[in-house]
């Protein structure tokens, strides 16, 4: 997630509101799963919300390793 605002006329569509959010308002860029090329604009409050709900990890706790467990159960 980033900060963003932009001059460009263009309008998105919030992916947790489905709200109409204009590029020069300002607002948060995120990109789920670490994959810029799926990034999307969000309202700042709606990310708040997102990361209170935990919806929505940072960077930093998704590229977080993760323990791998030893041995097979079977």
Known sequence: M??????KPASYIC??????????SEHAL?????????R???????VVAARRRGELPTED????PTKKRRGRRG
């Open 30 to 38: 995120i990109a789920p799963e670490g994959d810029v090329s799926k």
């Open 2 to 7: 980033r900060p963003a605002q932009s001059l």
């Open 15 to 24: 992916p947790f509101c489905d709200g109409m959010l204009h590029a020069t």
């Open 40 to 46: 999307r604009h969000a309202h700042l409050e709606c």
């Open 61 to 64: 706790e998704f590229r977080k």
